[in-house]
């Protein structure tokens, strides 16, 4: 897979990606992530890609020309067939699902947006979605871009160096992670379940599985009740549900 990343600041973007499992992911070859300066495309002396919004107000407004170009360049003039995303709060909120089905397309162009936001032609003209990742307002789009270049690449082939990672994520795809530990087995008082150390793979499971139910329904009970709806709990999650909101099982 190719993701493009078209942003004000490369370097910026660089510096993460060339790190840990997505910086090595690209050195082995799995994902190609390229960053290309909006601002090469600028057109004039002054390397300026923004200006005052028309109608008045506060802010800059990135230019469309310099963004079409920039976009027209690394699509290699309509030669590439990409899916172009827009990282904005007006967007769509990013879900696990939405990156699975990004995860399989080839071409990815991810555009940051900057200042106050973007030339609304520019979107018109080029743009295939547009991606929120919360409902919050960062400075710029890079941050955003990130997230979704990370969360899409590890869930391409190879990228984990552990499949079960991805595999056991889906499994409990509508539950929160259970509680994790490792050595040492005591520390400042607190002791490792004792479950974990017992070898018996069956009660850890059970046990993992409960945690995974009782950390959803406190910290995210709205996972819990779409997962119902949707038929998707299994039989033995609904029961520990049960159990839990019964107060006959206390985790
Ligand atoms: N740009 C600024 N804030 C953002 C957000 N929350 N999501 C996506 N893009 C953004």
């Not at 802010?59 to 170009?69: A, L, T």
């Not at 590890?154 to 984990?160: C, F, H, Q, S």
């Not at 406190?218 to 019964?246: F, N, V, Y």
């Amino acid at each position: 897979m190719r993701i493009d990343i078209l942003t004000l600041f490369p370097e910026m973007c660089e510096a993460f990606l060339s790190e840990s499992i997505i910086g090595r992911a690209r050195a082995n070859g799995l994902v190609d992530i390229r960053c290309t300066n909006i601002r090469d495309f600028a057109g004039n002396k002054h390397n300026r890609v923004d200006d005052y919004p028309y109608g008045g107000g506060t802010g800059m407004v990135m230019q469309p020309g310099p963004i079409y170009d920039c976009y027209d360049a690394v699509t290699e003039h309509g030669a590439r067939d990409c899916h172009l995303i827009y990282l904005t709060p007006q967007g769509m909120p990013l879900t696990q699902q939405r990156v699975r089905e990004l995860a399989e397309m080839d071409d990815l162009v991810l555009l940051c947006g900057h200042y106050e936001g973007v030339d609304e032609r520019v979107i018109e003209e080029i743009v295939d979605e547009q991606i929120s990742i919360g409902d919050y307002v960062l400075t710029g789009g890079e941050l955003p871009a990130l997230v979704l270049a990370d969360s899409i690449s590890r869930m391409l082939p190879g990228v984990l160096a552990n499949e079960e990672a991805y595999t056991e994520e889906s499994l409990y795809g509508h539950l929160l992670e259970y509680p994790q530990y490792t050595r040492p087995p005591e520390w400042k008082g607190r002791e490792v379940p004792e479950v974990l150390l017992s070898g018996d793979h069956g009660k850890v499971d059970r046990w993992r599985l409960e945690q995974s139910v009782a950390r959803t329904l406190e910290q995210r009970p709205d996972l819990l009740e779409a997962a119902e709806a949707s038929g998707e709990l299994t039989k033995e999650e609904a029961d520990i549900l049960q159990a839990l909101r019964s107060g006959e099982a206390h985790i």
